[in-house]
């Protein structure tokens, strides 16, 4: 099936027994920040593409994304050329395949990684897709990051939604593959709940230098769209 991407103009191919885009991807596109000098930019786990479909609207730059499960880069095949957008490339591979397989730095990575650990005793969803979206079967956090460290450009950015719970874990990790802390926010359902998740930059070979955002409320945000 064929829905809107929220108030984008753009559609975007879905299908229900697959992993569909959320409102955390959409936050993720919204939060990032391009300067005039960035040119490249890649988003991991794309899913059927919201991410480098809504960021194509916002900057006329090199974008990639990737996917691993082929049905749902299919999806995002699709809605990619719908849209008939031309600055997007869209790789069928596993993220961990990316160490050599460009001859250029990227200036920004963005990731709507699985949220949940994966071990044996994890239950899972009796969908592959699904379970593989949401848990960290095929790449974990550590992945992320560190394969985010050897195609970005020093003072290039990493933009990560996350589950709050993985904060101190993500923070180890930034600190481990030479990354320095920049923006923080918190997002919430409404004002009467607990953060449900985070969204984050943090930039390669930078120091720390910390900004934390006003508090995101989902509910207001809808509103607006």
Same mark, same amino acid.
């Given at each position: 099936?064929?829905?809107?991407?929220?108030?984008? !103009?753009?559609?975007?191919?879905?299908?229900?027994?697959?992993?569909?885009?959320?409102?955390?991807?959409?936050?993720?596109?919204?939060?990032?920040?391009?300067?005039?000098?960035?040119?490249?930019?890649?988003?991991?786990?794309?899913?059927?593409?919201?991410?480098?479909?809504?960021?194509?609207?916002?900057?006329? *730059?090199?974008?990639?994304?990737?996917?691993?499960?082929?049905?749902?880069?299919?999806?995002?095949?699709?809605?990619?050329?719908?849209? !008939?957008?031309?600055?997007?490339?869209?790789?069928?591979?596993?993220?961990?395949?990316?160490?050599?397989?460009?001859?250029?730095?990227?200036?920004?990575?963005?990731?709507?990684?699985?949220?949940? /650990?994966?071990?044996?005793?994890?239950?899972?969803?009796?969908?592959?897709? *699904?379970?593989?979206?949401?848990?960290?079967?095929?790449?974990?956090?550590?992945?992320?990051?560190?394969?985010?460290?050897?195609?970005?450009?020093?003072?290039?950015?990493?933009?990560?939604?996350?589950?709050?719970?993985?904060?101190?874990?993500?923070?180890?990790?930034? /600190?481990?593959? !030479?990354?320095?802390?920049?923006?923080?926010?918190?997002?919430?359902?409404?004002?009467?709940?607990?953060?449900?998740?985070?969204?984050?930059?943090?930039?390669? /070979?930078?120091?720390?230098?910390?900004?934390?955002?006003?508090?995101?409320?989902?509910?207001?945000?809808?509103?607006?769209?």
């Amino acid at each position: 099936m064929i829905n809107d991407l929220l108030n984008y !103009n753009l559609k975007i191919y879905q299908n229900d027994s697959q992993f569909k885009f959320s409102i955390d991807s959409v936050l993720l596109a919204e939060f990032v920040d391009i300067n005039l000098r960035a040119k490249n930019i890649i988003d991991f786990c794309s899913g059927n593409a919201p991410i480098p479909m809504i960021l194509s609207t916002k900057f006329d *730059k090199n974008i990639v994304g990737v996917e691993l499960q082929e049905e749902i880069y299919n999806l995002g095949i699709n809605s990619i050329k719908i849209n !008939n957008i031309k600055n997007i490339t869209f790789l069928n591979m596993n993220v961990k395949e990316l160490y050599n397989y460009f001859d250029y730095k990227f200036d920004i990575v963005t990731c709507n990684p699985p949220y949940f /650990k994966y071990n044996n005793s994890s239950i899972i969803n009796e969908n592959n897709s *699904k379970a593989i979206a949401r848990h960290e079967i095929e790449i974990n956090l550590d992945d992320v990051i560190n394969v985010a460290s050897k195609i970005l450009k020093e003072s290039g950015s990493l933009y990560i939604v996350h589950r709050c719970e993985r904060l101190v874990e993500m923070l180890n990790l930034f /600190k481990k593959y !030479n990354f320095g802390l920049r923006k923080l926010q918190f997002v919430y359902n409404d004002l009467n709940s607990n953060s449900c998740f985070l969204l984050v930059e943090a930039k390669y /070979k930078c120091n720390d230098d910390l900004k934390v955002f006003k508090p995101l409320y989902i509910d207001k945000y809808l509103e607006g769209k």
